[in-house]
């Protein structure tokens, strides 16, 4: 392969394998993507990125597809880098920002891992994919398959917003409901792989998705100049997302490319609802390992992940990090969602939402500190969750005279 790849390796035990041909797991775990890091510094500067196109392919030379090989591509630009200072000052901060990932082509930062995925799949001949989905993975999947020509299986608990429901099928995929949970969507997957032979393109169970999501830290990282916010607040559930941009940070000071002699590192903050928290759970219990979270219910439909492949992957990170895993109240996040909107003009998803949750109970705690510059990741865009939007609003009747005064106040 034609690229700065040397090699996967596992990240339960180190075990390294072969990058020249298709991998998923490795003991029931996922994989890394190693890349010549040494080899890439000479080829690219930071400098160098400064003239090519504003899109998450900039960084060609710390994605894995070959140089010869196309990637399958919807446009996947920057995303804007918002500040918020009526936000912040509402919680006592004076640097505060949300990363606006609803702007990718399929409404949110799933476009990043999916295509990525989708185009290793398709350098590796795979014709058919499948992959359980709570929400938006699904959709993503669908339009990258389709662009790439591929057919696509996805299985959706059949609460899942129904937006993300509709892009599916819209895309062509062959879209299932399933009373009951994501894992149960996977465990369809995961039998039906001898059956129908198509590849699972579940969270993690391919080692892909984490190079895609992991522009959000090298985009991040450029979009400031190289100097790396205090703190990161990013909703978790597969965690890919926050895997992936702790290992942008770890390459990007391999490389030299941060600010200051000892660059600083961001504080990953890993956030669920009280609905669905397996994650915050093993952090407050101080285990590695994560058990699967029994009754799991959000309407925060990307964090309801009651058992993550990956979920090892996400405690080192926030460990290595200095950060912390909480959860916040699931009754609020509609509350939390209309806040954002209302204050500073940004629709955020629900998963987002519990982020607004989270930094409201970091900065009153002191945790994060005032002058502390403070990122939160906003995944999706709010109009993908009409559930969630939902409210009662007033009405006017046009044949009776309109009470002005009411109208005021209303």
């Given at each position: 392969?034609?690229?700065?790849?040397?090699?996967?390796?596992?990240?339960?035990?180190?075990?390294?394998?072969?990058?020249?041909r298709i991998q998923t797991l490795h003991k029931d775990r996922p994989l890394w993507v190693r890349y010549d890091l040494a080899a890439v510094g000479r080829a690219l500067t930071k400098e160098m990125l400064r003239d090519r196109p504003a899109t998450?392919?900039?960084?060609?030379?710390?994605?894995?597809?070959?140089?010869?090989?196309?990637?399958?591509?919807?446009?996947?630009?920057?995303?804007?880098?918002?500040?918020?200072?009526?936000?912040?000052?509402?919680?006592?901060?004076?640097?505060?920002?949300?990363?606006?990932?609803?702007?990718?082509?399929?409404?949110?930062?799933?476009?990043?891992?999916?295509?990525?995925?989708?185009?290793?799949?398709?350098?590796?001949?795979?014709?058919?994919?499948?992959?359980?989905?709570?929400?938006?993975?699904?959709?993503?999947?669908?339009?990258?398959?389709?662009?790439?020509?591929?057919?696509?299986?996805?299985?959706?608990?059949?609460?899942?917003?129904?937006?993300?429901?509709?892009?599916?099928?819209?895309?062509?995929?062959?879209?299932?409901?399933?009373?009951?949970?994501?894992?149960?969507?996977?465990?369809?997957?995961?039998?039906?792989?001898?059956?129908?032979?198509?590849?699972?393109?579940?969270?993690?169970?391919?080692?892909?998705?984490?190079?895609?999501?992991?522009?959000?830290?090298?985009?991040?990282?450029?979009q400031f100049e190289w100097d790396l916010p205090d703190v990161i607040l990013y909703p978790t559930g597969g965690g890919t997302g926050l895997i992936g941009m702790w290992k942008a940070f770890q390459e990007l000071a391999t490389l030299g490319w941060?600010?200051?002699?000892?660059?600083?590192?961001?504080?990953?903050?890993?956030?669920?609802?009280?609905?669905?928290?397996?994650?915050?759970?093993?952090?407050?219990?101080?285990?590695?390992?994560?058990?699967?979270?029994?009754?799991?219910?959000?309407?925060?439909?990307?964090?309801?992940?009651?058992?993550?492949?990956?979920?090892?992957?996400?405690?080192?990170?926030?460990?290595?990090?200095?950060?912390?895993?909480?959860?916040?109240?699931?009754?609020?996040?509609?509350?939390?969602?209309?806040?954002?909107?209302?204050?500073?003009?940004?629709?955020?998803?629900?998963?987002?939402?519990?982020?607004?949750?989270?930094?409201?109970?970091?900065?009153?705690?002191?945790?994060?500190?005032?002058?502390?510059?403070?990122?939160?990741?906003?995944?999706?865009?709010?109009?993908?969750?009409?559930?969630?939007?939902?409210?009662?609003?007033?009405?006017?009747?046009?044949?009776q005279p309109i009470d002005w005064d009411w109208l005021s106040e209303a």
């Amino acid at each position: 392969m034609t690229s700065f790849v040397t090699h996967l390796e596992g990240a339960i035990d180190g075990t390294i394998l072969p990058a020249d041909r298709i991998q998923t797991l490795h003991k029931d775990r996922p994989l890394w993507v190693r890349y010549d890091l040494a080899a890439v510094g000479r080829a690219l500067t930071k400098e160098m990125l400064r003239d090519r196109p504003a899109t998450m392919w900039r960084y060609r030379e710390l994605l894995p597809v070959p140089f010869e090989s196309q990637p399958v591509s919807l446009g996947e630009g920057q995303t804007p880098l918002l500040t918020c200072s009526r936000l912040a000052a509402r919680y006592g901060l004076k640097d505060l920002w949300i990363k606006d990932e609803s702007h990718l082509p399929t409404g949110s930062f799933k476009s990043r891992g999916l295509t990525m995925a989708i185009t290793m799949a398709h350098h590796f001949g795979v014709r058919r994919v499948a992959l359980p989905s709570a929400g938006n993975a699904g959709g993503a999947a669908a339009a990258y398959a389709a662009r790439a020509g591929m057919e696509a299986y996805v299985f959706m608990p059949q609460d899942t917003p129904v937006v993300n429901i509709y892009e599916c099928a819209q895309a062509g995929a062959k879209t299932f409901l399933v009373n009951g949970l994501i894992t149960d969507c996977g465990r369809i997957v995961r039998e039906g792989k001898q059956r129908l032979d198509w590849f699972d393109l579940s969270t993690l169970k391919e080692p892909y998705r984490i190079e895609g999501k992991k522009t959000m830290g090298l985009e991040l990282a450029e979009q400031f100049e190289w100097d790396l916010p205090d703190v990161i607040l990013y909703p978790t559930g597969g965690g890919t997302g926050l895997i992936g941009m702790w290992k942008a940070f770890q390459e990007l000071a391999t490389l030299g490319w941060l600010q200051g002699k000892t660059p600083k590192f961001p504080r990953m903050v890993s956030v669920q609802s009280t609905g669905c928290a397996p994650i915050a759970t093993a952090f407050a219990a101080g285990s590695r390992f994560a058990e699967p979270f029994a009754n799991a219910a959000t309407i925060a439909s990307g964090i309801r992940v009651p058992a993550a492949v990956g979920d090892f992957m996400i405690l080192d990170a926030v460990r290595e990090s200095g950060g912390t895993a909480l959860t916040v109240e699931e009754a609020r996040i509609r509350e939390w969602m209309r806040l954002v909107a209302s204050s500073e003009g940004i629709a955020i998803c629900p998963e987002t939402a519990a982020c607004i949750g989270a930094l409201e109970q970091l900065s009153s705690s002191g945790w994060i500190r005032p002058e502390e510059r403070v990122v939160v990741f906003n995944t999706g865009a709010a109009q993908k969750y009409v559930e969630a939007l939902a409210c009662e609003l007033p009405k006017l009747d046009i044949t009776q005279p309109i009470d002005w005064d009411w109208l005021s106040e209303a």
